[in-house]
């Protein structure tokens, strides 16, 4: 759980990739993170070594589906 300041990982919501996601506190399944935008509930987020990654990511999501 250390923090590093040269490699900030990015964690983003699993359903709409979004960063705004907050931890969200279940009863006896443990740990989940709760989406602000999409209001998505899920155990697993996704990670990105760093913002610029998560940015041509969506870059290239959009391309794609487009
Ligand atoms: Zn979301």
Redo the contacts with the bound molecule.
Sequence with gaps: MGEHETEKIIE???????P??SPYMGYETGKRFI??????I?VVTIEFPSIEALVSFLKDKRDSEN
């Design positions: 983003v919501c699993s359903n709409c990739f979004s705004r996601i989406c602000q935008d999409c209001k998505h899920s």
